[in-house]
């Protein structure tokens, strides 16, 4: 019995460490469909470096205005089952005059290596630095014109972004609380403290609001079966006059956007206005 005992906690602890990535992160390949939908809105391929090989993000210039450098550029992160070009399908609504960024992490996309936080950090920093040389301008230039934006697994890689780069503002869809309350969700406890992708949101967005001119918004859909709607009301109220909350009713994890799109950009008008 004792030997039978140990070999029930032992396989999924040793499942856990072993397949916790392929849990996490889902990457995807790009399709023909992509490829066409970049063309549409001259998009460029940002092409780059980092320790786990070839990466490409991609840049987006804005639709109307001169051809000039950017007012704003919005920096965005796909959720865990996305890519980046996926975004194409949401920013035809949005202002004209705003440019984007969009990355892919490791694996995702046309991206080399493995997903990790760190790894994930270390991205979006040299994508950031790529769009920086491809614009002619200073990291410091580019950083006083952008914002973040994030949906799921990407919420939790813009505050990451948004502290490592110093950006003051942004947007959150769905986020959750930290990678390891979502174990607690799926696993219970004490299997979640297994958790070796250690993303807190908490302790992130602490950081970010460290700035005295940090201003976030948050949209979450109230029926959202992947991440409770609870998670992203407590990280609003961790600083309610400098984070808004939006409970989108009767919205779901992967429709939210969708639904709430119009609103998603306006607020990401008023965000670029006020800075």
Not at 195 to 211: F, I, K, M, Q, S
Not at 217 to 226: L, M, N, Q, R
């Amino acid at each position: 019995m004792l030997r039978l005992s140990c070999i029930g906690v032992f396989v999924p602890v040793v499942f856990l460490l072993g397949y916790q990535s392929t849990l996490i992160y889902h990457p995807k390949a790009y399709r023909a469909e992509h490829e066409a939908m970049l063309g549409e809105v001259k998009g460029e391929r940002l092409a780059f470096s980092t320790s786990q090989g070839q990466q490409t993000a991609f840049y987006i210039p804005p639709r109307e205005g001169d051809s000039g450098l950017p007012e704003t550029v919005w920096l965005c992160f796909a959720g865990n089952g996305s890519l980046a070009l996926d975004w194409l399908h949401a920013i035809d609504a949005w202002e004209g005059r705003f440019a984007y960024l969009l990355v892919d992490y490791p694996s995702y996309g046309d991206c080399e290596g493995r997903p990790t936080p760190a790894r994930i950090r270390e991205s979006s920093a040299a994508a950031f630095a790529a769009l920086a040389m491809r614009l002619e301008v200073t990291t410091g230039d580019l950083r006083s014109r952008s914002l973040v934006l994030g949906h799921s697994l990407g919420s939790a890689v813009a505050l990451m972004a948004a502290e490592d780069l110093g950006i003051e503002r942004g947007v959150l869809i769905s986020p959750f609380s930290s990678m390891t309350e979502m174990g607690r969700l799926m696993l219970g406890w004490p299997l979640c403290h297994l958790n070796l992708h250690r993303y807190d949101n908490r302790r992130t967005l602490e950081g970010v609001l460290a700035n005295e001119e940090a201003r976030f918004v948050i949209y979450h859909g109230s029926e959202d079966e992947v991440i409770p709607v609870r998670m992203g009301r407590e990280l609003a109220k961790r600083d309610e006059p400098r984070i808004a909350f939006h409970e989108v009713v009767g919205a779901h994890h992967n429709d939210v956007l969708r639904l709430a799109g119009n609103r998603v950009g306006e607020s990401m008008l008023e965000l670029a206005k006020g800075r």
